[in-house]
């Protein structure tokens, strides 16, 4: 397959190098000193788990003049998405499918207003990666996939990325009902987000601490009351299944919104619990806990150091 990755961060860059050593056709959109290691030396990832690794990939900083390519998987920040599907346009076709492997739980949607609709595949991905230096990925754990249809079905697109990723050695879900999917890991990251980011400890300090392990648990609940009122279909169990994830997370790890807030950078915060928020207030579902996240990292939200 001809596959686009938008995004070459963590969890592009990870995936996209995994898919290019296994002999699948990758162009991917980078920039600046991390574009120009790629192009010299390869994509290098450094993994805890898989050990060191270098992919060819083929790295550009526009894909203006490409030949269209059957899927692109996007893994951008959601605040830039309207940009970066501008920017994949030239190489969406008319089967051409998007998998959006972004936070949050209405990509999907925007991806189908600006690039044709029915072309946003839902994803969720479950990998700890960043970049290291340009060009070098950093790969703590983890690295499975889940994805689908939004209608559900199992298209030849679908089925056929399911395959690349597999031979790959991608532990991959082509999911059925991918909303729910989306939905239950956005009520485990926007809580793991939320406390991190609040309290600036990691996963084992807000599990020894029970009123803040108390709190990260308040804000799972109040998302799966708030998809429920949105019409998401989740398990009876989900909350409690949401905490066990949560008490398997290793005792070190923040979250991409803490480091984001750390380094005084843009916060994904209205795609995480500026929407549930709202979603909250359009459904007349009480919020409290996750409002208490969104006002309090408010006055970050565009990148200021507090």
């Known amino acids: 397959m001809r596959i686009a990755v938008v995004g070459a961060g963590g969890v592009g860059g990870y995936f996209g190098a995994k898919l290019a050593r296994s002999g699948e056709s990758i162009v991917m959109l980078a920039r600046g ?3 120009d290691a790629i192009r010299r030396h390869g994509l290098r990832v450094r993994s805890a788990v898989e050990g060191e690794t270098v992919a060819k990939v083929e790295a550009v900083e526009s894909f203006a003049g490409q030949p269209p390519v059957d899927m692109a998987l996007f893994c951008v920040k959601s605040f830039d998405t309207r940009s970066a599907a501008e920017a994949l346009r030239p190489v969406v076709g008319p089967g051409t499918g998007v998998v959006s492997l972004q936070n949050g739980v209405d990509n999907e949607d925007a991806l ?3 690039l044709g609709q029915g072309t946003a595949l839902g994803g969720a ?5 960043a970049i290291e230096a340009p060009g070098v990925i950093a790969h703590k754990f983890a690295g499975r996939i889940a ?3 939004m209608d ?3 298209t030849e697109r679908a089925t056929r990325l399911r395959d690349a990723l597999a031979h790959a050695g991608v532990p991959v879900e082509l999911s059925a009902d991918v909303r729910r999917v989306l939905w239950e890991k956005y009520l485990l990251i926007s809580a793991q987000a939320g406390m991190t980011s609040l309290s600036r400890c990691p996963a084992g300090v807000l599990r020894e601490t029970p009123e803040s392990w108390r709190m990260y648990r308040l804000i799972v609940e109040e998302l799966a009351a708030v998809a429920r ?7 009876a169990d989900v909350v409690d299944t949401v905490m066990k994830q949560a008490a398997a997370v290793a005792p070190d790890a923040y979250s991409s919104l803490h480091h ?3 380094q005084g950078k843009r916060l994904e915060l209205e795609a995480l619990h500026g929407h549930a928020v709202r979603l909250g207030q359009r459904f007349g579902v009480p919020t409290p806990m996750v ?15 507090g």
Do not use: S
Not at 125 to 129: I, K
Not at 229 to 235: D, I, N, S
Not at 293 to 304: C, D, F, N, S
């Open 112 to 114: 189908d207003e600006l």
């Open 291 to 305: 409002f208490a996240v969104y006002a309090a990292l408010k006055p970050h939200a565009a990148g200021r150091h």
């Open 33 to 35: 000193p991390h574009l």
């Open 260 to 262: 984001d807030l750390t």
């Open 147 to 149: 994805f689908g249809e």
């Open 229 to 235: 009122a949105a019409g998401v279909t989740l398990p």
């Open 125 to 129: 991905a479950y990998v700890f990666a």
């Open 152 to 154: 559900g079905r199992a």
